[in-house]
């Protein structure tokens, strides 16, 4: 089965730039889809189709996919973006869609 | 305003069987593919089964095939999910979820429900 990696935590400062990446067997070749989910909440979509936005997402989420590796950006970092971030594709080969295993988030 | 609400969780037996439903509104549901993703409790998103808008396409993860079934009554505007022979690893908040499209063959899912929890425990 298609297995999608994601580094367990990221670490950033307000006003940097976090990257969270998304590691699958030739992903570019599929279309990536992003969700953020805060605590005690239900996951939102940020991202979908590699890097479009969702309207009402603002343009400091981004996300490109190349290779072997998705990646969602979040600039200007803010306070309230502390959360776990989850990648999602659909597995055509199994007809399944497919999480990554999530990264935390945090704000310092 | 798009809703989607969960219900019919609780707490039920090892090899007991449950049902979930999902109330949908703010769309036209019979226009879309739905689905049900799972979280055990601390753990990541795991899809559990989607429906096409006509229930002409179904999917199941290969964690619940043979055990559950998933239906929908457009006529309701309602998800359901049949959970049977449950097992211990079956505890999760199980969301309720919009496909992107009418089909439940790739694609994103937005929006979700709030959830309903489920526990298998004797």
């Given at each position: 089965?298609?297995?999608?990696?994601?580094?367990?935590?990221?670490?950033?400062?307000?006003?940097?730039?976090?990257?969270?990446?998304?590691?699958?067997?030739?992903?570019?070749?599929?279309?990536?889809?992003?969700?953020?989910?805060?605590?005690?909440?239900?996951?939102?979509?940020?991202?979908?189709?590699?890097?479009?936005?969702?309207?009402?997402?603002?343009?400091?989420?981004?996300?490109?996919?190349?290779?072997?590796?998705?990646?969602?950006?979040?600039?200007?970092?803010?306070?309230?973006?502390?959360?776990?971030?989850?990648?999602?594709?659909?597995?055509?080969?199994?007809?399944?869609?497919?999480?990554?295993?999530?990264?935390?988030?945090?704000?310092? | 305003?798009?809703?989607?609400?969960?219900?019919?969780?609780?707490?039920?037996?090892?090899?007991?069987?449950?049902?979930?439903?999902?109330?949908?509104?703010?769309?036209?549901?019979?226009?879309?593919?739905?689905?049900?993703?799972?979280?055990?409790?601390?753990?990541?998103?795991?899809?559990?089964?989607?429906?096409?808008?006509?229930?002409?396409?179904?999917g199941y993860a290969d964690s619940v095939k043979g055990r559950f079934t998933?239906?929908?009554?457009?006529?309701?505007?309602?998800?359901?999910?049949?959970?049977?022979?449950?097992?211990?690893?079956?505890?999760?908040?199980?969301?309720?979820?919009?496909?992107?499209?009418?089909?439940?063959?790739?694609?994103?899912?937005?929006?979700?429900?709030?959830?309903?929890?489920?526990?298998?425990?004797?």
């Amino acid at each position: 089965s298609y297995v999608l990696t994601q580094p367990p935590s990221v670490s950033v400062a307000p006003g940097q730039t976090a990257r969270i990446t998304c590691g699958g067997n030739n992903i570019g070749s599929k279309s990536v889809h992003w969700y953020q989910q805060k605590p005690g909440q239900a996951p939102v979509l940020v991202v979908y189709d590699d890097s479009d936005r969702p309207s009402g997402i603002p343009e400091r989420f981004s996300g490109s996919n190349s290779g072997n590796t998705a990646t969602l950006t979040i600039s200007r970092v803010e306070a309230g973006d502390e959360a776990d971030y989850y990648c999602q594709v659909w597995d055509s080969s199994s007809d399944h869609y497919v999480f990554g295993t999530g990264t935390k988030v945090t704000v310092l | 305003e798009v809703q989607l609400v969960e219900s019919g969780g609780g707490l039920v037996q090892p090899g007991r069987s449950l049902r979930l439903s999902c109330a949908a509104s703010g769309f036209t549901f019979d226009d879309y593919a739905m689905h049900w993703v799972r979280q055990a409790p601390g753990k990541g998103l795991e899809w559990v089964s989607g429906i096409s808008w006509n229930s002409g396409s179904i999917g199941y993860a290969d964690s619940v095939k043979g055990r559950f079934t998933i239906s929908r009554d457009n006529a309701k505007n309602s998800l359901y999910l049949q959970m049977n022979s449950l097992r211990a690893e079956d505890t999760a908040l199980y969301y309720c979820a919009k496909d992107k499209g009418s089909i439940a063959a790739g694609g994103w899912f937005d929006p979700w429900g709030q959830g309903t929890l489920v526990t298998v425990s004797s």
